[in-house]
């Protein structure tokens, strides 16, 4: 009798060889962009550099989006802004030795903001691997060692089939809490020389979930529970964890006032009943959470600025969650638990018991009257009107990346985002020229809001060449420049601190350290093809708007010498 089954034609071993074959032409950039692609990514910033050739000729051949910036750094800026608006690993190509290099200050602040940054460099070839000095072109001894202390992990290739395996561990480290930037090398050879191995499919790289352990969130929320005058810290690790609701879930069950990081920004609504705000340089506030019986802080390590430069003392019982292990009780004794901000907060809501407290609100509120006392008393109008500005002008749901420059230390404070996860700035690492690049990659993640960049005169050269990247991609983005003619805020601590700044003077030209020539920014915007206009603080909000609302880039140059509101860490 025969079968059905009996009847099935089988591929010969010849006919399964070459359906499995690989498509021709294909290298070793080749398997990465295919990696790429296959765990979800759709675009890549970068530089394309000689050792990288083989990255950038496979790009041809894929549907990724590539964004090629002027400068490595800023490359890895416009990564860090692209991960953080879409949570999502942010792939950066660079080339060996200074091109690599030249990304460390961007992927120092990712890493401080728990941005994910997939960074991708090339290698010297195989052969000059192992510390030895042959003299190639951008020869390190040992490169990686030069990230190790930086990113959160670090992944070598040395042969074309560890590629795919490699970037999916990369990626996967990326996107566990805390989010973060990671590093892979892989060398020139290995990138250019022709692969045989078939096309990469569906990648395996799922991000680990960091739960917290049930004992200590029971305690957590027993102590919630019974407390008389609980209080709340909330940090980045809430905004990257996408658990602004379950925050304010728990402060309203339990009554507890929240003040949120610069980092955490939003996390918590500007103008609810409970929301301290942000400012968390004033002695007020701290004299507040010191007073808290139990403190919950969520997603902070409680670093320099978030602890009022060390000044704050709590007195009450601390609960710390925290994703980064390297941030549990760092800086405060207190029942440390380590986890995912949203996946500890869920646990908390299961099991803490209601409280009523009537007199939460009105702490709060005199709490609040009592900082914009001090700092009305101040006569500091013009920084506050600017600010007030900027927030009419912009669009609620539009993004905002604020360079190291004055306003922006205002806006850590007193700034409303009004929506979780829309104000950024390089508070993490405290690094210049962060503003502009990181606009451009936030306007590559979503190009339906307009994007608002704030920089000082200084910062602004930083990042100047990225103009030309703006025209390119007709990125929607308007970068507003304070120009005080030098570093401000360097200028303030310098004379608050000796009574004057550095100059050096020969018999030719006086040199300061903190006053700067600079070029005229709306001349030099518009030799970009960018459309460049000067404002004043009266037509600011004006010029800002109809900026926002043009497509494309914009420059906006306010000339303004600004000052900052007095500090309470210092006496």
């Given at each position: 009798m025969t079968h059905d089954h009996d009847l099935v034609l089988r591929p010969t071993p010849a006919q399964t060889e070459a359906a499995l074959a690989p498509p021709p032409g294909r290298i070793g950039?080749?398997?990465?962009?295919?990696?790429?692609?296959?765990?979800?990514?759709?675009?890549?910033?970068?530089?394309?550099?000689?050792?990288?050739?083989?990255?950038?000729?496979?790009?041809?051949?894929?549907?990724?989006?590539?964004?090629?910036?002027?400068?490595?750094?800023n490359a890895g800026f416009a990564a860090d802004a692209y991960g953080r608006i879409t949570g999502e690993a942010a792939p950066l190509l660079l080339s060996t030795g200074p091109g690599a290099l030249m990304s460390l200050a961007a992927l120092q602040e990712a890493a401080a903001a728990s941005a994910p940054v997939l960074?991708?460099?090339?290698?010297?070839?195989?052969?000059?691997?192992?510390?030895?000095?042959?003299?190639?072109?951008?020869?390190?001894?040992?490169?990686?060692?030069?990230?190790?202390?930086?990113?959160?992990?670090?992944?070598?290739?040395?042969?074309?089939?560890?590629?795919?395996?490699?970037?999916?561990?990369?990626?996967?480290?990326?996107?566990?809490?805390?989010?973060?930037?990671?590093?892979?090398?892989?060398?020139?050879d290995v990138l250019l020389a022709e692969t045989l191995l078939?096309?990469?499919?569906?990648?395996?790289?799922?991000?680990?979930?960091?739960?917290?352990?049930?004992?200590?969130?029971?305690?957590?929320?027993h102590?919630?529970?019974?407390?008389?005058?609980?209080?709340?810290?909330?940090?980045?690790?809430?905004?990257?964890?996408?658990?602004?609701?379950?925050?304010?879930?728990?402060?309203?069950?339990?009554?507890?006032?929240?003040?949120?990081?610069?980092?955490?920004?939003?996390?918590?609504?500007?103008?609810?009943?409970?929301?301290?705000?942000?400012?968390?340089?004033?002695?007020?506030?701290?004299?507040?959470?010191?007073?808290?019986?139990?403190?919950l802080v969520v997603g902070s390590g409680l670093g320099e600025m978030s602890s009022n430069y060390r000044t704050f003392k709590p007195r009450g019982r601390l609960i710390q969650i925290e994703a980064d292990l390297g941030k549990l009780e760092s800086n405060y004794p207190a029942l440390g638990i380590h986890a995912d901000a949203r996946l500890a907060l869920s646990a908390l809501l299961e099991t803490v018991d209601e409280r009523t407290d009537e007199t939460a609100p009105e702490r709060v509120r005199t709490l609040l009257e009592r900082v914009h006392a001090r700092i009305d008393a101040q006569q500091l109008t013009l920084e506050q009107g600017l600010l007030a500005?900027?927030?009419?002008?912009?669009?609620?749901?539009?993004?905002?990346?604020?360079?190291m420059t004055i306003l922006a230390y205002w806006a850590w404070s007193a700034f409303d985002p009004r929506?979780?996860?829309?104000?950024?700035?390089?508070?993490?690492?405290?690094?210049?020229?962060?503003?502009?690049?990181?606009?451009?990659?936030?306007?590559?993640?979503?190009?339906t809001h307009p994007v608002l960049a704030i920089s000082g005169d200084g910062g602004a050269l930083y990042?100047?060449?990225?103009?030309?990247?703006?025209?390119?991609?007709?990125?929607?983005?308007?970068?507003?420049?304070?120009?005080?003619?030098?570093?401000?805020?360097?200028?303030?601590?310098?004379?608050d601190t000796f009574g004057e700044t550095t100059e050096t003077a020969t018999a030719t030209v006086t040199e300061s350290a903190t006053e700067l020539s600079r070029p005229d920014y709306v001349a030099l915007a518009e030799s970009f093809g960018v459309p460049g206009a000067r404002t004043t603080p009266e037509t600011l909000e004006a010029d800002l708007s109809k900026a926002l609302s043009t497509p494309g880039p914009v420059v906006i140059v306010l000339p303004a010498?600004?000052?900052?509101?007095?500090p309470t860490h210092l006496g």
């Open positions: 950039g080749d398997l990465v962009v295919e990696t790429l692609s296959g765990l979800g990514a759709t675009t890549v910033f970068g530089l394309p550099g000689q050792h990288a050739l083989g990255l950038f000729d496979a790009l041809r051949r894929s549907s990724l989006r590539y964004i090629g910036m002027r400068v490595e750094n960074a991708i460099s090339s290698q010297i070839p195989t052969a000059g691997l192992g510390g030895g000095r042959h003299g190639y072109l951008h020869e390190l001894p040992d490169q990686q060692a030069s990230f190790r202390g930086v990113v959160k992990s670090v992944h070598t290739v040395r042969t074309q089939s560890q590629i795919p395996s490699a970037i999916a561990a990369a990626w996967q480290s990326a996107l566990t809490a805390p989010h973060g930037p990671v590093w892979v090398e892989i060398p020139q078939p096309e990469v499919t569906a990648p395996d790289a799922t991000p680990e979930e960091l739960v917290p352990r049930p004992e200590l969130t029971a305690l957590a929320a102590l919630l529970s019974g407390a008389a005058r609980p209080a709340i810290i909330a940090g980045g690790g809430v905004v990257r964890a996408d658990a602004s609701g379950k925050l304010r879930a728990l402060a309203e069950r339990i009554q507890a006032p929240v003040v949120t990081t610069f980092g955490g920004k939003a996390a918590f609504p500007w103008n609810h009943p409970l929301s301290l705000q942000s400012w968390m340089e004033d002695r007020h506030t701290t004299d507040f959470l010191e007073d808290a019986d139990v403190l500005s900027i927030r009419r002008a912009l669009p609620r749901r539009s993004p905002s990346f604020w360079d929506h979780p996860n829309t104000m950024h700035s390089a508070q993490g690492a405290g690094g210049l020229g962060y503003a502009f690049p990181a606009a451009l990659g936030a306007a590559a993640a979503d190009p990042s100047i060449a990225e103009l030309a990247t703006a025209k390119q991609h007709d990125f929607n983005v308007t970068w507003l420049i304070i120009d005080d003619g030098g570093y401000g805020i360097l200028r303030e601590y310098m004379t010498v600004l000052r900052m509101f007095a």
